[in-house]
Antibody, heavy 120, light 107 residues
Framework: QVQLQESGPGLVKPSGTLSLTCVVSGGSISSSNWWSWVRQPPGKGLEWIGEIYHSGSTNYNPSLKSRVTISVDKSNNQFSLKLSSVTAADTAVYYC?????????????WGQGTLVTVSS | DIQMTQSPSSLSASVGVRVTITCRASQSISSYLNWYQQKPGKAPKLLIYAASSLQSGVPSRFSGSGSGTDFTLTISSLQPEDFATYYCQKSYSTPYTFGQGTKVEIK
């Protein structure tokens, strides 16, 4: 059973950089899947942030592309998100997730989510 | 970018009734459409992938249909545990945009 667990600061100052890590257990990050970040502002809908393959190939949401970096650490079976120049609008629950080719790139595994608040 | 529009935004229904939620893409996405269920404080759960394929472990009262630009999620007989918010998501090409969600409430 694949499990994903997000970790990182729950509070980030405006104009700072949000950094989160997702540890994958029960499966290899080098499998034929893409690894993704999705966020959800309080009381609002889901927003896909971007994805990474174990080779390092990435795709980002154009709305965030200038501020987002997703990286992979195969030796530790984890991947990470960095979002720069954050504002209050970036306050959200951030989920890491697995996109599986087996389910037409649906997201079949999700982390529990971590709330990140942008505030001084 | 392709936009995804769900309707209705919310609905109120009784246990046992048939419920239908619609998702429309601003251009064709073939059958690359997934449906998720999200309960408060929880991560979303994949229900349907590729428009009509039932994810493993999901009850058969859930079904999906459609292709191109118009898609439907149907719950054949609404159960108490089905009260939640439902999202569609395209996986045709990035960005993998979600619909705005449909909240299903108890009548």
């Amino acid at each position: 059973q694949v499990q994903l667990q997000e970790s990182g600061p729950g509070l980030v100052k405006p104009s700072g950089t949000l950094s989160l890590t997702c540890v994958v257990s029960g499966g290899s990050i080098s499998s034929s899947n893409w690894w993704s970040w999705v966020r959800q502002p309080p009381g609002k809908g889901l927003e896909w942030i971007g994805e990474i393959y174990h080779s390092g190939s990435t795709n980002y949401n154009p709305s965030l592309k200038s501020r987002v970096t997703i990286s992979v650490d195969k030796s530790n079976n984890q991947f990470s998100l960095k979002l720069s120049s954050v504002t209050a609008a970036d306050t959200a629950v951030y989920y890491c997730a697995r996109l599986s080719i087996a389910v037409a790139r649906g997201i079949d595994y999700w982390g529990q989510g971590t709330l990140v608040t942008v505030s001084s | 970018d392709i936009q995804m529009t769900q309707s209705p935004s919310s609905l109120s229904a009784s246990v046992g009734v048939r419920v239908t939620i619609t998702c429309r893409a601003s251009q064709s996405i073939s059958s690359y459409l997934n449906w998720y269920q999200q309960k408060p404080g929880k991560a979303p759960k994949l229900l349907i992938y590729a428009a009509s394929s039932l994810q493993s472990g999901v009850p058969s009262r859930f079904s999906g249909s459609g292709s191109g630009t118009d898609f439907t999620l149907t719950i054949s007989s609404l159960q108490p545990e089905d009260f939640a918010t439902y999202y569609c998501q395209k996986s045709y090409s990035t960005p993998y945009t979600f619909g705005q969600g449909t909240k299903v409430e108890i009548k």
